[in-house]
């Protein structure tokens, strides 16, 4: 079994939706400062972007998995499936968010454009 399709395993075991055209986190080249996420930690981070965001925030009920991590902040990098990209930077505030400007989220069509904000 490939790595991509024990995320996609995991994800779905968890009932969370996930972006068609899922990328495979350890394929890519991450920036100096970012780092590939775990496969087991994928789940974990998936749930709580799901479980911080309100129903009016820019990624409620978009399908979305976690792929990676900044090492100095609590920013994740999620794939996504949504008319806006492809990716988001999304920082997790660890809370339940009634204020759909949180957890704060930039949106971008593809992986390398994430990083030059």
């Known amino acids: 079994m490939t790595l991509k399709n ?11 939706k996930f972006p068609r055209d899922l990328e495979d986190p350890s394929d890519l080249e991450w920036p100096e ?4 996420l775990h496969y087991d930690d994928i ?13 009016e925030h820019i990624l409620y009920n978009v399908p979305a998995c976690a792929l990676g991590r900044r090492t100095d902040k609590d920013d994740f990098l999620f794939q996504i499936e949504s008319v806006s990209g492809r990716f988001a930077v999304v920082h997790l ?3 339940k968010e009634t204020n759909p400007q949180w957890p704060s989220t930039s949106v971008f069509n593809s992986f390398e454009e994430c990083f030059s904000y």
Do not use: N
């Open 93 to 95: 505030t660890w809370q």
């Open 6 to 16: 024990k995320i996609i395993s995991l994800v779905k075991y968890w009932g969370i």
């Open 33 to 36: 400062g970012w780092d590939a």
């Open 43 to 55: 789940p974990k981070f998936t749930r709580e972007l799901s479980r911080e965001i309100c129903s």
